[in-house]
């Protein structure tokens, strides 16, 4: 008798198995989101094209020897503004240098958690680009995906993790 009620019991404990994360079928994607729109000021983007309600722009620009750093010549310098960002959690979007053609001369990830909060609400920073050729750099472009939220992948955890993440950083070359 025994036999027999361990084996009608065993696909419930199968389901329970698989449910509770256990099973090693447990079905896991990774997807990476499509890159926004770059402009002067974007709304910025979840991970699945939706407007968070905040805007992130780009306020000013110059090129001019970084004060670290004066004898590697000419950087870009910009000046960036968050608006309907919290300073704590709020997002991260790729700045990047781009030429005539908008192609990618330099490249980084700015945070509104590494700016300043103002009277007025905004969160206001500034940071460099290192570029190779200045004389080539004919603008300063934001891209609008918020590159602060990056669930864990499938390899790191296969229970929780997977889902959209944010497409790849911009980077030197690329197309915006």
């Known amino acids: 008798m025994f036999p027999a009620r361990a084996l009608a019991g065993a696909p419930l404990a199968l389901v329970i198995l698989a449910l509770s994360g256990c099973s090693s079928l447990w079905g896991c994607t990774d997807t990476t989101a499509k890159r926004g729109e770059a402009a002067v000021r974007v709304q910025v983007e979840d991970t699945y094209g939706q407007r968070r309600g905040g805007t992130a722009e780009v306020v000013d ?3 001019e020897p970084h004060p670290q750093e004066p004898s590697e010549g000419d950087q870009v310098h910009f000046d960036y503004r968050f608006d309907g960002a919290d300073e704590y959690s709020g997002p991260a979007v790729d700045a990047c240098a781009v030429d005539k053609k908008r192609l990618a001369l330099g490249c980084q990830t700015i945070y509104s958690s590494g700016a300043w909060h103002q009277p007025d609400g905004a969160l206001t920073g ?3 680009l290192a570029v190779e050729r200045p004389e080539q750099v004919a603008g300063v472009l934001l891209i609008p995906n918020d ?4 669930p864990r992948t499938c390899d790191q955890d296969i229970k929780d993790g997977g889902g959209t993440h944010p497409p790849k950083p911009a980077s030197k070359g690329d197309q915006l």
Do not use: E
């Open 61 to 63: 620009w110059r090129l």
């Open 126 to 128: 500034d940071d460099w």
């Open 147 to 150: 590159q602060s939220y990056d």
